[in-house]
């Protein structure tokens, strides 16, 4: 493979960098390899095998040694010169058979690249498959047209039909429905929008049609986002792919000077040219980039979208994890963990007519009200008159009784005779007063909690080689503390600004560490950059977050930072067998082929199959 036509490494670069030959021209090397074997087979001693073998190498051969030539006029000074003279020396020497093997050697592995890279690009092309073309635009006097998803401009109302896909991020304008959210965020069950749910794109309408308030254009949505995370992840050139170069580098200076041996030792040109066509070590850079593609396809596959090839190596040699709090280790809302009835009622009566209320409302807290109800099996009766005072409380009519929740300050002042029932329904936490038709009935406590799991995700880190673990979070220390105690973490610190974090992550690296930074927010985004390796969780949108880190998870699911480190070390691993593997075999080749224990012919075929095996145990990266 030349390495002249390889496009720059960087953003915008092919994942792979490989020239790309005539088609045509390992097909002709084939099809001229059987053909010949055939008619020699019939007619053993036909002259015109030889001299048609011979026209092909040259017709076959004569662009693989041009573009060697043009690198070389370049400074590009790699494996190419011991495949070129090769082919040069076969042809020279009367050698057809194993000149045309080397061709088809050279470009017959770019057929299985494109396979792998197929393979590893089904992600890519599976996202920009599904991504919505058009959408419905409705005026202001109720017409719909339609329009391309790239004409979406902010405060266009776009009609969903069901089992259409959201073409924009935005708020439901009118309309009820269940939305399937299982391409963004890996979860099953569809989630309910109504009036006011804020939605996003690629989520795909299950029922009944909605009007969708744009709140960004299509291309800056998160699907668009998304989409633009899966086609990078293969623009970058990896490390260990340059280090694959290297080695090519050096392996042909010493190719070079084992046939300057094998002639100095025998005077035989047709050992030098063994030498030559067992020395190509082309598996080093088709190999290592069809593992590191591997690997970033089966990331994609848990919902892990790697950006490029060097975070998926520097993912795998990670030792430090660093996370955020809130979102992350926590499942980043407050719960409801308590419900405190005054005497005269019971817990359930009072989460009841909360969550009716709270129906209504678009509060943060509501829709954990709401899912402790359910929770229960508590039928929820349909609010009226409902006002909600923004950062106060909500009020309003539920089955005929006056109801307000609210924070206490609220409901003093709402409430200033019910001074005893709101001292005695107060408590230390986050908590919301709970009234009806005027009198203190109870109160709701509130708090975010540890993610399930979490010890055997740390216990899997530490098995894989994750071993120090560190908790950052601007929260205030006390309830830092609390979480670390609940998951296991000895190291964590709160009260911290976004540049604090950034300061102990760089920390740490100057201590030698390799750290893995996993957060949510835009508080993260610094720290995320300033890691090693940052992994953003972006279940709920990612933002600055998601375009800083080198990967993002897509589902609300921690636990995928430890498969990511898992699929990263199996790729890389699998890449750097692939390079000791592809050059130890080369090497034994070569010292047989000076001792004279094959033809060219036979070093060729043995090449050959070195080539393949080679390829084919890196394709084990997409694997599962």
Same mark, same amino acid.
């Given at each position: ?529 300033? +890691? #090693?390796? !940052? ?5 709920? $949108?990612?933002? /600055? ?5 080198? &990967? %993002? =998870? *897509? ?37 047989? +082929? #000076?001792? !004279? ?5 036979? $070093?060729?075929? /043995? ?5 393949? &095996? %080679? =390829? *084919? ?8």
């Amino acid at each position: 493979m030349t390495q002249d036509d390889r496009p720059p490494a960087g953003p915008g670069a092919g994942a792979i960098s490989l020239t790309r030959g005539a088609t045509w021209l390992p097909a002709l090397a084939l099809v001229a390899l059987i053909v010949g074997a055939v008619v020699r087979w019939i007619e053993p001693e036909n002259p015109w095998v030889w001299r048609g073998w011979m026209a092909v190498l040259v017709i076959a051969g004569l662009p693989v040694v041009v573009r060697t030539v043009r690198g070389l006029l370049r400074g590009n000074f790699a494996a190419d010169v011991a495949a070129t003279l090769s082919i040069v020396g076969a042809t020279l020497l009367g050698q057809p058979v194993a000149g045309l093997v080397i061709v088809l050697m050279q470009t017959g592995g770019e057929w299985l690249e494109r396979y792998a890279e197929g393979r590893a690009s089904n992600a890519v092309r599976a996202l920009e498959e599904a991504a919505p073309r058009t959408a419905h635009r409705t005026g202001a006097d109720g017409h719909i047209e339609d329009i391309a998803a790239s004409e979406i401009r902010p405060g266009d109302l776009l009609l969903v039909r069901p089992g259409e896909m959201l073409p924009a991020d935005g708020i439901v304008d009118s309309g009820r429905s269940h939305l399937d959210v299982s391409r963004l965020t890996g979860e099953a069950p569809p989630d309910l929008v109504q009036a006011g749910s804020e939605v996003r794109s690629g989520a795909v309408n299950l029922e009944g049609a909605i009007v969708v308030k744009a709140t960004r254009p299509a291309s800056e949505s998160l699907y668009a986002r998304i989409v633009e995370l899966v086609r990078t992840a293969q623009a970058e050139k990896s490390p260990i792919q340059r280090l694959a170069d290297r080695y090519a580098v050096w392996f042909t200076p010493a190719t070079l000077l084992v046939c300057a041996a094998a002639w100095f030792l025998t005077r035989d040109p047709l050992r030098v040219l063994a030498v030559l066509v067992v020395a190509t070590p082309c598996p080093l850079l088709l190999a290592t980039p069809v593992a590191i593609i591997g690997g970033i396809n089966r990331a994609a596959r848990r919902q892990v979208i790697v950006r490029n090839g060097g975070a998926l190596e520097r993912l795998a040699d990670v030792d430090t994890a660093v996370f955020d709090k809130t979102g992350t280790l926590t499942i980043g809302r407050p719960e409801v963990v308590a419900v405190d009835p005054l005497p005269g009622h019971t817990s359930d009566e009072v989460l009841r007519i909360a969550a009716a209320i709270e129906l209504g409302s678009g509060h943060h807290l509501a829709r954990s009200t709401v899912d402790a109800a359910r929770l229960r099996g508590l039928s929820l009766p349909t609010p009226s008159n409902v006002t909600d005072a923004p950062g106060m409380g909500v009020r309003g009519t539920v089955e005929g009784r006056e109801v307000a929740v609210g924070s206490p300050a609220w409901m003093a002042q709402r409430f200033p005779a019910e001074r005893e029932a709101l001292a005695a329904a107060r408590g230390a936490g986050l908590r919301g007063i709970v009234a009806v038709d005027d009198r203190i009935v109870g109160a709701i406590e509130y708090a975010d909690r540890a993610r399930d799991g979490l010890k055997h995700f740390f216990s899997e880190l530490r098995r894989l080689g994750v071993r120090h673990h560190v908790l950052l979070s601007g929260d205030h220390q006390a309830n830092v503390d609390g979480i670390a105690r609940a998951v296991g973490i000895a190291d964590a610190r709160g009260d911290l600004l976004p540049q604090e974090k950034v300061d102990v992550v760089r920390q740490l690296m100057r201590d030698g560490r390799r750290v893995v930074m996993v957060g949510d927010g835009t508080n993260d985004a610094p720290a995320l950059s300033a +890691a #090693t390796t !940052g992994i953003a969780l972006a279940a709920h $949108g990612g933002g /600055i977050a998601a375009e800083s880190a080198d &990967a %993002v =998870i *897509l589902c609300d699911d921690i636990t995928r930072v430890a498969d990511a480190v898992r699929v990263g070390r199996r790729a890389v691993g699998i890449a750097r067998q692939s390079i000791v593997v592809g050059l130890g075999l080369s090497g034994v080749a070569m010292v047989f +082929a #000076t001792l !004279g224990y094959f033809s060219p012919t036979t $070093g060729a075929l /043995i090449q050959e199959g070195i080539d393949v &095996a %080679v =390829i *084919l145990n890196a394709l084990r990266a997409s694997m599962e």
